[in-house]
């Protein structure tokens, strides 16, 4: 296959999946060898990764670097609560191996289960009395609560934002305070994901600058578009949508 074009494919595959519930490791177990895409090595992992923690900054750029909101991401309660947060995922990122799950067979019910996940909590989430947090309550037991749903999420084909912001609704967070927080937790995750690669990886050497530039626009580009029709989708739809695609796809594929 031509660079550009399996370059512009890893890009799309992980911009739109990176905040689709749908799972970016799934499908990028899932569609290598159908797409014939060869695994680049850590470098293209890190760049595509760089790609799509930009679209966030920039979807969020007025409350990203603002503290004058107590939802702001520098404010220093969000901090601590993200802090919070991501200790569930490090934890489990230092002391299990997650490389022996990344399995066709295993991502394809790992799918299965992330769709029936989404479709019974979208279900449950329509039809309850909107009761939603304070600040007050919003405290930082709901912090881990949400952290320890990230770290779950770790699993290839399980989705982050779609347990993350699935199971805060369940807890009754509102829900744009919610898909804001989900894509917050995002950017300390992929950091650290990126200071891993770089330390224990090797390979970096595998991906020209041409190439390096066509998957960070392509995974940045894809990544913005695919977080402003996700919010849009969120406004007015569930995640159960979504759920059924991950079920149909892991008997698909």
Not at 96 to 118: A, P, T
Request: hydrophobic share 50%; charged share 10%; net charge positive.
């Amino acid at each position: 296959m031509n660079e550009f074009i399996s370059y512009l494919i890893l890009g799309f595959i992980q911009g739109v999946t990176e905040f689709f519930p749908i799972s970016s490791s799934g499908h990028l177990v899932l569609f290598e060898n159908f797409l014939k895409i060869k695994n680049t090595g850590a470098s293209a992992e890190i760049i595509a990764h760089f790609g799509t923690l930009f679209s966030i900054i920039l979807y969020y750029r007025n409350t990203f670097f603002s503290k004058s909101n107590s939802h702001d991401f520098f404010h220093p309660d969000t901090i601590k609560m993200l802090i919070i947060s991501t200790i569930p995922a490090v934890l489990v990122g230092l002391f299990f191996d997650l490389e022996i799950f990344f399995k066709y067979d295993f991502v394809k019910v790992s799918l299965m289960i992330n769709g029936i996940i989404l479709v019974l909590l979208s279900s449950i989430n329509n039809n309850r009395t909107k009761q939603y947090l304070s600040l007050n309550e919003w405290n930082y037991k709901t912090s881990f609560f949400l952290g320890l749903c990230q770290a779950f999420a770790m699993l290839p084909g399980i989705s982050r934002s779609g347990m993350v912001i699935s199971f805060g609704l369940f807890a009754g967070v509102e829900k744009k305070k919610i898909i804001q927080y989900a894509f917050f937790m995002a950017v300390p995750v992929i950091l650290l994901s990126i200071i891993y690669k770089f330390l224990f990886s090797n390979g970096f050497d595998s991906i020209s600058l041409n190439s390096s530039i066509y998957l960070f626009m392509s995974s940045f580009v894809f990544g913005y578009f695919s977080l402003v029709f996700l919010i849009k989708f969120l406004e007015r739809f569930s995640f159960m949508w979504f759920g059924l695609y991950c079920i149909l796809i892991s008997f698909i594929l």
